[in-house]
């Protein structure tokens, strides 16, 4: 059983991938082809957002986000501790301070509540992540953020056709950023990102700063990165986009199937926490994640029953050695350091047979 099974779909779309790949090898336009604005258009579409970028990663796209916003030296950005490194990263990177603030005992998300509290004279952009699959209460980020006239970055790299009330991850922000990276619910073959926004000005400026700060050819009046996504990598997006809709429908199968089951068992009775999609909300589970009191046990006993289970983010980022100059100790983010100790993730993928699913639940059946 695979966790992530990139060999299924790819058979189902090899000949369209061969097709898109071939006309890049003819036309030869390997950086900025043509694949790359047929992309950007498609994705602008699907989230209906103004403007979609397409750039070399979705840690660039952070990157990118954030100086387009001017944000630099002196300056915080408020983001959560439970989140992949890029996070907190790319505002350290920029030269800003990581200002972290809790997430829900639920979803895993930033905690709104706690938002307003960590608010400096020195904030600069909030930026959210949609962690597993389904974003952030960006209603309630956005309310607060319009308050007090703060930009929000939405880290979307895991929450690419998730929606929020109805709008799509990516359009609920000042900036959406999202991932390639083959794993995400909507990768490529190698690194790859996008960014997203409805304001001109910004798209203009994330445009020239994702080729070196240029405007047009020997005018550079910014700071860039070389930030491009190649045409190959672009081409491959669209492909994958054939299948994405249906792709997501699946994954809600996995969900509801392992859900269902999973809730019966005696698991559940001793402390097992079900993963939660809060009201107004849909998922593309880019994990199906639980917390385990005894996680180390049901690790044990999923390896045992063939089943591949992956903890992510068991270190969070307030206790990471890069980041210990902020001063930061256990016990400061609770929440986070529970899902942190608790957290495992079951095979999740679109393309799990019936059997491989029943294989999983009976894992947690009082006799396995
Ligand atoms: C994967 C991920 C990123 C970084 O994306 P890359 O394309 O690997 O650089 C950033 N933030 C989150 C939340 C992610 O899951």
Redesign the pocket.
């Known amino acids: 059983m695979e966790f992530i099974d990139l060999k299924s779909q790819q058979a189902l779309i090899r000949a369209d991938l061969e097709k898109r790949i071939m006309a890049v090898l003819d036309h030869g336009r390997y950086i900025m082809g043509p694949e790359l604005e047929e992309m950007e258009q498609r994705l602008a579409d699907y989230t209906g957002a103004k403007h979609c970028i397409g750039v070399a990663?979705?840690?660039?796209s952070?990157l990118i986000a954030l100086m387009a916003l001017g944000i630099g030296p002196g300056d915080e950005v408020i983001t959560v501790p439970y989140?992949?490194i890029?996070?907190a990263e790319m505002i350290a990177l920029a030269g800003a301070t990581p200002v972290f603030v809790d997430i829900q005992e639920d979803t895993w998300n930033m905690d709104p509540t706690l938002l307003e509290a960590a608010i400096t004279e020195k904030t600069k952009a909030i930026m959210p992540?949609g962690?597993y699959g389904q974003t952030a209460d960006m209603t309630a980020i956005n309310a607060i953020a319009a308050k007090y006239d703060l930009p929000v970055i939405e880290?979307a790299?895991?929450s690419f056709g998730a929606t929020h009330h109805g709008s799509q991850s990516c359009n609920l922000a000042t900036i959406g950023s999202t991932?390639?990276?083959p794993s995400?619910p909507l990768g490529c073959y190698g690194?790859?990102?996008a960014l997203f926004t409805n304001d001109d000005e910004l798209a203009d400026l994330m445009k020239q700063i994702r080729v070196h700060g240029q405007k047009e050819k020997h005018h550079h009046p910014v700071l860039g990165v070389n930030g491009r996504l190649d045409s190959i990598q672009a081409a491959v997006v669209l492909s994958k986009m054939s299948l994405f809709d249906a792709e997501v429908a699946k994954r809600q199968e996995v969900a509801d199937k392992y859900s269902q089951a999973i809730s019966q068992s005696d698991f559940v009775k001793s402390g097992l926490q079900l993963p939660l999609v809060a009201d107004g909300n849909t998922s593309v589970w880019a994990q199906y994640t639980m917390l385990s009191p005894d996680r180390d046990a049901l690790h044990e006993r999923l390896q045992a029953a063939g089943v591949p289970a992956v903890s992510y983010y068991a270190v969070p980022l307030h206790l990471q050695p890069v980041f210990a100059g902020l001063g930061h100790k256990a016990g400061d983010f609770p929440v986070t350091e529970r899902v942190a100790s608790q957290g495992i993730s079951l095979p999740m993928n679109p393309y799990l047979k019936d059997e491989e699913i029943d294989q999983v639940v009976a894992a947690f059946d009082a006799q396995a």
């Open positions: 990663s979705g840690t660039d952070l989140t992949w890029s996070t992540v962690i880290d790299a895991q991932s390639f990276f995400k690194d790859g990102g």
